[in-house]
């Protein structure tokens, strides 16, 4: 959105406070719009196939940058339903079972992560949204210490335990 204008009304946007934080307000005495600026959830798969974990990297994204497939909710869709959605678009696998590992804040996104163990067989077709991905053998993979890298590290120290 356009963070001066009100999305309601058109009106202008004040930054005021409200309930302890600064919050972008609509300066219309009868409309009483907030951008309250919520965090948006994200699903995010760790995809496990023959003992490696598919790692993708979307088009968008530096050459070497990979990361878990991830996406957001439909509207009345359930976040297991999601991930699994995810999966296949993105992958073209037909997932039948989504584990939860936990969910993660990414303050810096403004996301709230909920992170899934998504075992899966067949073929991998790329989507639309994916440029490449990659194989890492789950005893090589490496957690990284943000976002949905959390999840990972959370996997990894759970497979530990078995
Ligand atoms: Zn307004």
């Not at 356009?2 to 309601?8: E, G, L, N, T």
């Not at 990297?57 to 530096?62: E, L």
Request: hydrophobic residues 45%.
């Amino acid at each position: 959105m356009d963070a001066r204008f009100c999305p309601r009304c058109g009106q202008a946007l004040q930054v005021l406070p409200l309930n302890g934080q600064s919050r972008p307000r609509c300066t219309a005495a009868d409309c009483g719009y907030v951008h309250w600026d919520n965090p948006l959830p994200v699903v995010a798969a760790i995809v496990e196939m023959d003992d490696a974990v598919i790692l993708a990297r979307n088009r968008d994204w530096p050459e070497k940058m990979y990361g878990l497939i991830t996406g957001f909710l439909e509207k009345a869709e359930s976040p297991e339903d999601a991930v699994l959605r995810e999966v296949w678009e993105e992958l073209g696998l037909r997932a039948t079972a989504a584990h939860f590992i936990g969910y993660y804040p990414f303050f810096a996104q403004n996301q709230l992560i909920l992170a899934f163990h998504v075992p899966a067989t067949g073929d991998i077709v790329l989507g639309e949204e994916l440029a490449a991905i990659k194989r890492v053998p789950i005893e090589r993979l490496q957690a990284w210490n943000f976002g949905t890298g959390l999840a990972v590290r959370d996997w990894l120290a759970t497979r530990l335990l078995l």
